[in-house]
């Protein structure tokens, strides 16, 4: 019994012994290799950190400024609030969501100062941004078509409505709400099928919130009291049908 015990014993050092020379040759055939492979992991590991180590600064500096500038802001010196919003705005370097909410604030001064198109501007940069918060994204897409729907004397309406339709093709957090402005825009143009389809739409979503879904079944009654009669030619595929 001891016998067959020393003769394992013997096998699997054998074995070992023949694993440790295959691997020291591997080591030795390869050893160019495993040195550019090992450098290649540190430096990708010193630059994660130090990607990860610039971005928390830049989150840092960018929120220090958005903060300095409500406080100017609330301080009423609006013009120093406006510098720092707009040093935020004008870097590209700025974080994605500290630059959104910057953008906003930015634009809402703009407006108040009258310069509409260069709210306007923003506006739909916030709504084009990739890396944005979709809730922030939208609201920048609605705000822009206020303006429009706001100005659409000095553009023709068809141009307008198409520029609503592909904000609210690639919209998802405020969808409706810019559903709903379609809607009251079709309702100017005097277009009551295409407007009731949208409002009477919204008002049976059971996605949509509920004042938005009072607000649309009371427009769809006004709808129908202008003499409108549903059902008897309404438009088929709207977009805010799922």
């Not at 709903?180 to 059971?206: C, G, T, W």
């Amino acid at each position: 019994m001891s016998d067959n015990n020393e003769i394992n014993q013997i096998i699997n050092q054998a074995k070992s012994e023949v694993r440790e020379e295959k691997f020291k040759i591997f080591l030795s055939k390869n050893k160019k290799s495993i040195i550019i492979a090992f450098i290649v992991v540190i430096v990708a590991s010193v630059a994660l950190i130090s990607f990860s180590s610039y971005q928390a600064s830049q989150k840092a500096k960018y929120s220090a400024i958005f903060q300095q500038s409500l406080m100017d802001q609330q301080a009423e010196n609006l013009e120093k609030s406006k510098s720092g919003l707009k040093q935020i705005v004008d870097d590209s370097s700025a974080p994605s969501g500290i630059k959104s909410l910057a953008s906003m604030r930015y634009a809402g001064i703009l407006l108040k100062e009258g310069k509409t198109d260069e709210a306007l501007v923003i506006y739909q940069q916030i709504n084009e941004c990739k890396n944005c918060d979709a809730y922030v994204k939208d609201l920048g897409g609605l705000l822009a078509i206020r303006i429009w729907m706001d100005d659409e004397i000095t553009s023709p309406k068809i141009e307008v409505l198409e520029k609503i339709k592909k904000i609210e093709a690639k919209s998802t957090a405020l969808r409706y709400q810019i559903s709903e402005q379609r809607a009251l825009l079709e309702m100017q143009h005097n277009n009551l099928e295409n407007a009731y389809v949208i409002f009477d739409s919204i008002s049976k979503n059971p996605e949509v919130g509920k004042k938005l879904k009072e607000r649309a079944g009371e427009f769809a009654k006004i709808i129908i009291s202008k003499g409108y009669k549903p059902g008897v030619s309404e438009v088929k595929n709207d977009s805010t049908k799922k």
